[in-house]
């Protein structure tokens, strides 16, 4: 690892850590979604500059367009979306601060206690084609599950958030053509 | 040392967001806490591929399941912040107390 | 084989998109001049830029409790990621940056837009801006998957996600040819990520301008070069993606990249003044229903191909 990579690292990490602290502090909600943005494109950074840029890259894209999906929810469900009144929306803080304290420091005594491995392996030529690889080869169960996941996670999602059933758009006996929508479509149904 | 340093920062995200999640009230900012949570996750892993086992690809698919997780806690956290506010204008996780076990 | 990395790439690239750009915005004016019966000459191609000193020198509007600092990030983010994204793109034998993920950096890119326009809807603590800002989002989620897959075709029948690798994939052949769904797809996608003619919604005028509503000053200057940036940045990736990069006979390379981006820009400037504009509703619809099938499929043509070869 070289030194521009290293000062990288260095200047990802801490910018992803002041980020993450800025997500519950900050009293505008439009600036907790984009710093929380900002903490995961650094993560995304630090991704890339540890030799994977594919999954890097594509964690960047991702947590643009989740961030920027958030916000509108953020905006529709927050009292304070401006943060125009500030106002403290946390419970229990005393117990959270010391509950996460003591997380971080069981695990930084871990990794500081744990005698890690030597590299087993020399890192390979291209590290898209292996992640690629491995996916369709030796993972294939993994990527069928996850799959199968997000397929769940998309029609569980839409049924959660529709208030309208087949009754509301067919009519009571299904056979109101074309469907009663509130908006319409752009293919004509 | 290089090694080490990453994951404390790995830990310090998670740990943040552990705050996040455990003090915020409304639902939406503790899927936040979550996010961060799993960046942390996201850092951790990309850490041990390339420190400890790059000739292997499991440290990338533990990121590509990371990155799933998170898709998938927004898209159902959301799914279930708009049900629940449209059955009772709730938002914030004190009020939604009968959904309790 | 495409060079990569020279120093003066990295002050030229943004000069040539912002020239690129600058014609595109002479030839839009060039045609408004010739609709409007006006005279058609140097004249009418300048009339826009009369905009830029007068953008510099004029007084800034304030409103009140504005979110001024993501108010700015989100300006300056459009034309910022269009920069961006050139540096994956080959010109000639030359790119700044030939990354082996040239595509996603492109993507990531153009995605980008999305934070940007929506930052530049919500910071003036204005209706209608943010209305605006909303409209991008919905047009992004109904262009941005057709846009994806059109991508991963070119990518997928070059074998590799490095921009220099597919332009020199389609030596005899442009994918142009044998994957038009994709090119459409794509053309499609640059007139909407640069909120123009069709996919003006964003910025309507039944909305007072929208995201442009509320911006003056220099901040509107960068808002709307953004716009042609990215449309010249578009057609610029759209000659490696789709019509086989500098390779033709006679000219350099070089020459070739140029006269094919300025084709693209052309037809691009050209239709994006004879399509009206769409409604969000109404593209969702059409690019989940019909777009995206298709893409899937045309996707699967050059997968099949490469199998077989």
């Known amino acids: ?189 | 040392m290089t090694f080490e340093l990453i994951l404390v920062l790995a830990a310090g995200l998670f740990s943040t967001g552990l705050f996040g999640a455990l003090s915020q009230q409304s639902i939406v900012m503790i899927m936040m806490g979550i996010e961060l949570m799993i960046g942390g996750v996201i850092v951790a892993a990309a850490d041990f591929w390339h420190f400890l086992a790059p000739g292997a690809p499991s440290g990338q698919v533990v990121i590509v399941a990371a990155v799933v997780a998170m898709a998938v806690e927004m898209a159902m956290g959301f799914a279930v912040t708009t049900a629940i506010y449209r059955a009772r204008r709730v938002d914030m996780t004190d009020m939604a107390g009968e959904l309790k076990g | 084989m495409v060079e990569a990395g020279a120093w003066w790439t990295l002050l030229a690239a943004p000069g040539l998109l912002v020239v690129l750009a600058a014609l595109a915005v002479a030839g839009n004016a060039v045609l408004d001049a010739r609709n409007a019966g006006r005279p058609v000459g140097v004249a009418g191609a300048v009339r826009p830029f009369l905009d830029v000193p007068r953008a510099l020198v004029v007084q800034p509007r304030r409103l009140p409790a504005a979110d001024r600092l993501l108010w700015r990030a989100g300006v300056v983010t459009v034309p910022v990621a269009a920069v961006l994204s050139t540096l994956v793109i080959p010109f000639g034998g030359h790119v700044v940056a030939d990354l082996s993920v040239g595509v996603v950096w492109f993507n990531a890119m153009e995605v980008l837009t999305w934070a940007g326009l929506w930052l530049a809807g919500w910071g003036p603590n204005a209706a209608f801006s943010l209305v605006g800002g909303y409209r991008f989002l919905a047009q992004g989620l109904a262009y941005e998957l057709p846009l994806m897959f059109a991508l991963i075709s070119a990518a997928t029948g070059a074998e590799s996600l490095r921009v220099g690798d597919i332009a020199a994939a389609q030596d005899g052949l442009w994918y142009a040819v044998w994957m038009p769904v994709a090119f459409a797809a794509y053309l499609a996608g640059v007139l909407a990520f640069s909120f123009l003619g069709p996919f003006a919604y964003p910025a309507g005028r039944d909305l007072a301008g929208g995201v442009l509503g509320e911006v003056s000053g220099v901040d509107r200057l960068l808002l709307r070069a953004g716009r042609w940036l990215w449309l010249a940045s578009g057609a610029a990736m759209a000659v490696p993606l789709f019509l086989g990069g500098g390779a033709g006979p006679g000219l350099p390379a070089w020459a070739w990249s140029l006269v094919k981006t300025l084709l693209v820009l052309g037809l691009l400037v050209w239709g994006l003044r004879r399509l009206p504009v769409i409604r969000a509703d109404r593209y969702v619809e059409f690019a989940w229903v019909v777009l995206i099938p298709l893409t899937i499929v045309q996707a699967l043509v050059p997968a099949v191909v490469n199998l077989n070869r």
């Not at chain 1, 961030?67 to 529709?76: N, S």
């Not at chain 1, 106002?87 to 117990?95: I, P, T």
């Not at chain 1, 292996?130 to 069928?144: C, N």
């Open chain 1, 1 to 189: 690892m070289g030194t521009t990579d290293t000062v990288l690292l260095a200047a990802l990490g801490v910018l992803a850590l002041v980020f993450g602290v800025l997500v519950f502090t900050l009293n505008s909600m439009a600036r907790v979604t984009f710093s929380l943005l900002a903490a995961l494109v650094c993560v995304g950074g630090i991704t890339a500059v540890l030799g994977l840029p594919y999954l890097g890259v594509v964690i960047v894209l991702m947590m643009v367009m989740e961030m920027v999906i958030m916000a509108v929810f953020m905006i529709a469900y927050m009292m304070n979306p401006a943060g125009l009144m500030p106002m403290s929306m946390l419970h229990n803080k005393r117990g959270a601060l010391t509950i996460s304290g003591l997380v971080f420091v069981a695990l930084a005594a871990g990794i500081f206690l744990v005698s890690w491995p030597d590299r087993t392996a020399s890192r390979p030529r291209d590290t898209t084609f292996q992640v690629g690889r491995a996916l369709m080869a030796e993972q294939m169960l993994t990527m069928v599950l996850l799959g199968f996941v997000l397929l769940a996670t998309m029609v569980g999602a839409t049924v959660l958030a529709t208030h309208r059933g087949r009754y509301d758009r067919f009519g009571d006996d299904l056979d109101q053509r074309p469907a009663k929508d509130p908006a319409g479509g752009g293919v004509g149904r």
